[in-house]
């Protein structure tokens, strides 16, 4: 799988085309996770936006390994019990993060 970053010529794309973006939030609207992470992966989603090229599929999305790390961290900055951020790591069938690191906007963070 190619995996390229968003080429300016394409900013022009909104986020609905963000398919499995779109399938987590409906998700985590169904797990009763706060509107505030919710908000998160909207977020997230639109400014890590990339393109990935999939059996002849162009799917425009961000990264899920880099999206389920930030959403776990915030997940524990805003308390949310074990059980909820257990039901958040299971959405998603990436490891979270890579290697104990995330990129978001082109910036580097740890996982914890
Ligand atoms: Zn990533």
């Given at each position: 799988m190619a995996i390229k970053h968003l080429n300016p010529a394409f900013?022009?794309?909104s986020f609905p085309l963000a398919k499995s973006a779109k399938e987590l939030i409906s998700e985590s609207e169904k797990i009763g996770l706060p509107e505030e992470l919710?908000?998160?992966i909207r977020q997230f989603s639109e400014r890590?936006?990339?393109?990935?090229?999939?059996?002849?599929?162009?799917?425009?999305?961000?990264?899920?390994?880099?999206?389920?790390?930030?959403?776990?961290?915030?997940?524990?900055?805003?308390?949310?019990?074990?059980?909820?951020?257990?039901?958040?790591?299971?959405?998603?069938?990436?490891?979270?993060?890579?290697?104990?690191?995330?990129?978001?906007?082109?910036?580097i963070f740890g996982t914890e």
């Amino acid at each position: 799988m190619a995996i390229k970053h968003l080429n300016p010529a394409f900013e022009s794309f909104s986020f609905p085309l963000a398919k499995s973006a779109k399938e987590l939030i409906s998700e985590s609207e169904k797990i009763g996770l706060p509107e505030e992470l919710i908000n998160e992966i909207r977020q997230f989603s639109e400014r890590n936006l990339m393109i990935f090229r999939v059996n002849n599929a162009v799917l425009y999305d961000c990264c899920p390994n880099c999206l389920k790390a930030h959403l776990l961290k915030k997940a524990k900055v805003l308390g949310l019990n074990a059980e909820l951020q257990e039901k958040i790591s299971r959405m998603f069938k990436s490891e979270s993060g890579h290697n104990g690191y995330y990129l978001d906007k082109n910036k580097i963070f740890g996982t914890e």
